[in-house]
């Protein structure tokens, strides 16, 4: 069955920076986009980066441009999110998705 495993989160200081990375299984990884998606507390999920499946095109959350770098390696199975610089307000649980399919997350918390 499909399986997506997230890890390396933690806590760290602002400006900061962590890798983020999501181990796949039960699915051909390389013919599916991957997304990363994050929630804070009291606040919807949002949407915080995407990466196609074959030419590896990326986007991103305005929020996060020019500070986040979603890549993948699918000789792994694995698709990351490196986040540098990193804000108060970064602090979420960010969770890695597959159409139809989600992680269980992986706490981030930026704090001084």
């Known amino acids: 069955q499909v399986q997506l495993v997230e890890s390396g989160g933690g806590l760290v200081q602002p400006g900061g920076s962590l890798r983020l990375s999501c181990a796949a299984s039960?699915?051909?990884?390389?013919?599916?986009?991957m997304r990363w998606y994050r929630q804070a507390p009291g606040k919807e999920r949002e949407w915080v980066a995407s990466i196609t499946s074959t030419d590896g095109n990326t986007n991103y959350a305005n929020s996060v441009k020019g500070r986040f770098t979603i890549s993948r390696d699918n000789a792994r199975n694995t698709v990351y999110l490196q986040m540098n610089s990193l804000k108060l307000e970064d602090t979420a649980v960010y969770y890695c998705?597959?159409?139809?399919?989600w992680g269980q997350g992986t706490q981030v918390t930026v704090s001084s």
């Open positions: 039960g699915f051909t990884f390389s013919q599916y986009a």
């Open positions: 998705y597959r159409v139809g399919y």
